[in-house]
């Protein structure tokens, strides 16, 4: 049996967990979805609420108190529904709470709002109580609907441990995993992390922003200022298709070749220190963790590229030239003749260019977490690095493909530029061939030996070593 002294005691495999009272405060959308899952798992459930009698529809098999009061004396664990600004009535309830556990789930509008976290205010204003901060990660549609995949995790700190063994053995019967951080002086740092707007994007997207605004500023000096400067031509329409067209295709494969070059530094590194327990530079870290995010925004302009190269053909000025075309060779009586070079580049660039997004698209559906988690770790690595870096020649095969002999006729080089496409070239180029680099068979075998454990031998150590001996 449980001691009064005790906050609450864990919820064993034995117990009937028809047996265990929890209430809630609140009966906002938070309070309303977190009990509804806690009825599904199986326990029984008390509101207090300061309108017990106009408090809106409740989850079906629970039961509001009379009273703050009543509802707090009749359970040992108690989730925080409100927010901070309506934590006065609690100092009320201070003889209730006592020995009890609170789970606070707060969180607040933008950050640095009050000097001291949530949980932290919630402690002081009721000091005999055990105070737990844990659920404020979660959505109220992630709590109705449960877990949807194996990263819907929550995260709990107290000052208590059978405190928070008491809600982890909670939210673990909710079908979520639990994540300790420790002491409630960890509650800042979870009160901040749902107000952080994607912390793992900002990078790709400071990446994309930046290399968007360079090259589309770019084609526009080179191809609507050159001509209405140099030849009197207003070509301005074609920024809205043509010029977008070619920004997205060179970012895309720029992006691409940002999501391999890190783990290629990471084998110079290694080959350089012969070794694998030293860790990389921390900008090295926070690259390699965001190569995911560099991907899907990389198939994301792959994907307007394809979309904006199909409607090509239906665009007035296209039609417009098609159509002087043809009027001029039967005015002239001419016609053009075949050319069976240029015939096998298009097909050549149209099939490479298909074929590499279509292992895009494989790239991108094995990333999701409903597909990846059913790959073992092999299959896994084999699409996103065999498969990636063979995405990766492809595409960039394509981008030659496109340029072809371009680079050869002066006219391409508008104001002494080389054309945009031959700039994007230089990173998957550089890429690619470093690869080949560590596939070489002294280079490799070095590698894999370094990453199954060998370490190089260190003069200075082996120096010490004879010293001591």
């Known amino acids: 049996s449980c001691n009064t002294s005790v906050p609450l005691c864990p919820v064993s495999s034995e117990d009937d967990p028809e047996q265990e009272l929890l209430c809630i405060f609140g009966t906002g959308d938070l309070g309303r979805s977190l009990g509804q899952r806690l009825i599904q798992a199986g326990y029984r459930l008390v509101y207090g609420s300061r309108r017990p009698h106009s408090c809106g529809p409740l989850p079906p098999g629970t ?22 600004e309506h934590y006065d009535f609690l100092e009320s309830l201070t003889p209730q709470l006592k020995g ?27 000091p005999g109580a055990h105070v737990v901060k844990a659920f404020n990660t979660l959505s109220a549609w992630a709590l109705q609907n449960g877990p949807s995949d194996a990263n819907r995790q929550v995260y709990l700190c107290g000052n208590r441990t059978e405190a928070k063994q008491a809600v ?17 002086s960890a509650a800042r740092e979870l009160e901040d992390s749902p107000l952080q707007l994607f912390p793992d994007w900002r990078l790709p997207m400071r990446l994309t922003v930046g290399l968007t605004a360079f090259f589309f500023l ?4 080179r191809d609507v200022i050159y001509a209405y400067v140099e030849q009197r031509k207003d070509i301005s329409f074609r920024i809205m298709v043509s010029l977008a067209n070619k920004v997205f295709p060179i970012v895309s494969l720029i992006m691409l070749s940002l999501c391999y070059l890190p783990g290629i530094m990471a084998a110079c590194l290694q080959l350089s220190r012969g070794t694998k327990y030293k860790r990389f530079p921390d900008w090295l870290d926070r690259w390699m963790l965001c190569r995911k995010q ?18 090509i053909p239906i665009r007035y000025y296209v ?3 098609l159509a002087a075309i043809t009027i001029s060779q039967i005015r002239e009586n001419k016609t053009t003749a075949f050319d069976t070079t240029m015939a096998w580049r298009t097909d050549s660039y149209y099939s490479m260019g298909v074929l590499g997004f279509g292992l895009f698209l ?31 020649f492809i595409c960039t095969f394509h981008t030659y493909l496109y340029g072809w002999d371009k680079f050869l006729h002066l006219a391409s080089y508008k104001w002494f530029t080389p054309p945009s496409y031959m700039l994007c070239l230089i990173v998957p180029s550089a890429v690619l061939l470093l690869k080949m680099l560590l596939l070489l068979p002294c280079v490799d075998k070095r590698l894999t030996r370094i990453r199954q454990g060998w370490e190089r031998a ?8 004879s010293l001591l001996t």
């Open 168 to 184: 982890a053995e909670t939210a673990t019967k909710l079908g979520f995993t639990v994540v300790d951080r420790g002491s409630l």
């Open 362 to 392: 494989l790239l991108g559906i094995s990333s999701l977490p409903s597909v990846s988690n059913i790959l073992s770790w092999r299959e896994f690595s084999f699409i996103q690095s065999k498969l990636g870096y063979l995405t990766l």
């Open 458 to 465: 260190d003069p200075e150590d082996g120096t010490r070593k």
């Open 63 to 84: 039961q509001v108190a009379t009273s703050h009061e009543a509802a707090a004396q009749s359970a040992q664990l108690i989730f925080l529904c409100v927010h901070r």
């Open 100 to 126: 009890k556990v609170v789970v606070d789930v707060s969180n607040n509008l933008k950050r640095d709002l009050y000097p001291e976290a949530n949980a932290e205010h919630l402690q002081r204003l009721i």
């Open 294 to 311: 560099l991907g899907l925004v990389s198939l994301a302009f792959a994907s307007l590229h394809v979309l904006y190269t199909l409607i």
């Open 218 to 221: 770019y084609v526009v000096i």
């Open 319 to 321: 039609r417009y030239r």
